[in-house]
């Protein structure tokens, strides 16, 4: 006898069979997120070029100020290896495409300077120097050398003292700020003085006065022995290098035809590190041996 309740358990049987049967739809598949258009990038040009500005009185200056602002302006200067008391009527002025780093005429880094802490070399085909710090640049700047007939002589030099305000001794009317001396016999230093735009000084390195200030702090001067006769320790190393053409066009009109004529190449300055590396880390050796000798005998005198 079939009981009663058989048949509801036969279809409960069927329901959930057909139920388990049955294929779950999937669930619909995210909407995608809008991807913005992207703007189309501006491209710097990544070749230095210099447009040349005819200069027509004070309103051309003037003109000048006001569309560049004084950051650019103090670049425009450095470009033309000018100070402002120099740029004159009916003179012509070299205006780079951009003021950016490009504009930088020495390599960001020198890979060959990286043992050396300081170190400033200044390049007279080019008319500017440059201060590297373990190898990085943190400055650059123009200068005007020795003139043809006192040019200033390459080389290894280091910085040696130092005056705020020191007196030519070529002419005592010659006033020269920031005065820091390379060659003490012959009296080379790096100073303020005009910047004509060309090699013009008694074999000095004339400076804009921001960059002669700033040299001023960055240098570290040589220590002496107690009669001043010797040096002990020389000071921060200063290469001298390059030639300058004397007798052609001013540096500003050279980079005009050849603008490669503003930038000092990190071959040319790996050949003078070749040459010099090896007596200028002997030199910074004994300096550090030199002060650590000295702070030791200060921290050893009883109070």
């Given at each position: 006898m079939i009981p009663p309740s058989f048949p509801i358990r036969i279809l409960l049987v069927l329901f959930v069979f057909v139920v388990s049967c049955k294929k779950e739809e999937p669930p619909p598949p995210p909407k995608p997120t809008p991807v913005p258009t992207p703007k189309p990038e501006v491209k710097k040009p990544d070749t230095l070029r210099f447009d040349v500005v005819a200069m027509k009185g004070f309103s051309s200056l003037k003109e000048l100020d006001d569309k560049l602002g004084p950051e650019k302006m103090f670049l425009?200067?450095?470009?033309?290896?000018?100070?402002?008391?120099?740029?004159?009527?009916?003179?012509t002025l070299i205006v780079p495409t951009f003021f950016d780093e490009r504009i930088t005429p020495f390599p960001a880094t020198l890979e060959a300077a990286k043992e050396i802490h300081k170190l400033l070399v200044v390049s007279r085909r080019a008319q500017v120097f440059a201060a590297y710090d373990s190898g990085m640049l943190v400055r650059w700047g123009p200068t005007s050398t020795g003139k043809k007939k006192t040019p200033t002589p390459d080389g290894l030099y280091a910085a040696n003292w130092k005056k705020d305000t020191a007196i030519s001794t070529v002419d005592p009317s010659?006033?020269?700020?920031?005065?820091?001396?390379?060659?003490?016999?012959?009296?080379?230093?790096?100073?303020?003085?005009?910047?004509?735009?060309?090699?013009?000084?008694?074999?000095?390195l004339r400076l804009l006065v921001e960059d002669a200030r700033w040299i001023f702090d960055f240098v570290d001067i040589w220590r002496l022995t107690k009669d001043a006769?010797?040096?002990?320790?020389?000071?921060?190393?200063?290469?001298?290098?390059?030639?300058?053409?004397?007798?052609?066009?001013?540096?500003?009109?050279?980079?005009?035809?050849?603008?490669?004529?503003?930038?000092?190449?990190?071959?040319?300055?790996?050949?003078?590190?070749?040459i010099h590396k090896p007596e200028i880390i002997n030199r910074q050796t004994e300096r550090l041996r030199i002060l650590q000798e000295d702070s030791s005998k200060v921290l050893a005198k009883p109070l």
């Open positions: 425009l200067l450095k470009v033309n290896r000018l100070d402002r008391a120099h740029i004159r009527d009916n003179d010659w006033i020269l700020p920031w005065c820091v001396n390379i060659h003490n016999t012959d009296g080379i230093s790096f100073h303020q003085f005009d910047l004509p735009g060309y090699p013009a000084s008694h074999s000095c006769r010797q040096i002990r320790a020389h000071g921060t190393p200063v290469i001298i290098f390059d030639d300058y053409r004397y007798g052609g066009p001013f540096i500003r009109k050279q980079i005009i035809k050849n603008p490669a004529e503003h930038f000092v190449s990190t071959a040319s300055l790996d050949s003078v590190l070749t």
